[in-house]
């Protein structure tokens, strides 16, 4: 289910609930009713989470990546945790030029440093975890 896929990558990202509900612009109650398969989110609550996580929508919709490769699981990866390798394989990069652009944009979008610190940290997660950094 969405919920499981969500909680499994955040998990992995070594992300919390509350962070996830403020890189996507939700309340973390709502995150929690989500990821327990509660509350099932909008497409557009769905295009938030996915981007704020680093992942394609369509990989939190149906667990498949559809505009990348297959991604090595389970077994695959020589020496690697199979759900981290699946994870560093759906991982969409793309994102994170967005995520560049919107810290560029900072200070007109009124973000405190605080949370411009967080979101350098989740980038640096994503990055870490992508095999990138």
């Known amino acids: 289910m969405v919920g499981d896929r969500i909680k499994a990558v955040r998990l992995q990202a070594g992300m919390t609930t509350e962070q996830l509900a403020k890189l996507a612009n939700v ?9 327990n398969n509660y509350r099932h989110p909008s497409y557009n609550t769905l295009v938030a ?8 929508v369509e990989y939190l919709e149906t667990g498949e990546n559809t505009d990348r490769p297959p991604a090595k699981c389970a077994g695959e990866c020589p020496g690697a945790d199979g759900a981290a390798c ?4 759906t991982l969409n990069l793309d994102t994170l ?7 560029a944009n ?3 979008a009124n973000i405190t440093p605080a949370e411009l610190n967080e979101a350098v940290e989740a980038l640096k997660k994503l990055k870490k975890l992508s095999g990138h950094g």
């Open 86 to 89: 699946c994870l560093r394989e």
């Open 49 to 56: 989470i996915a981007r704020a996580l680093g992942v394609p």
């Open 106 to 108: 900072a200070k007109t």
């Open 97 to 103: 030029v967005d995520y560049a652009e919107a810290i």
């Open 27 to 35: 309340s973390q109650p709502y995150i929690s009713q989500i990821e």
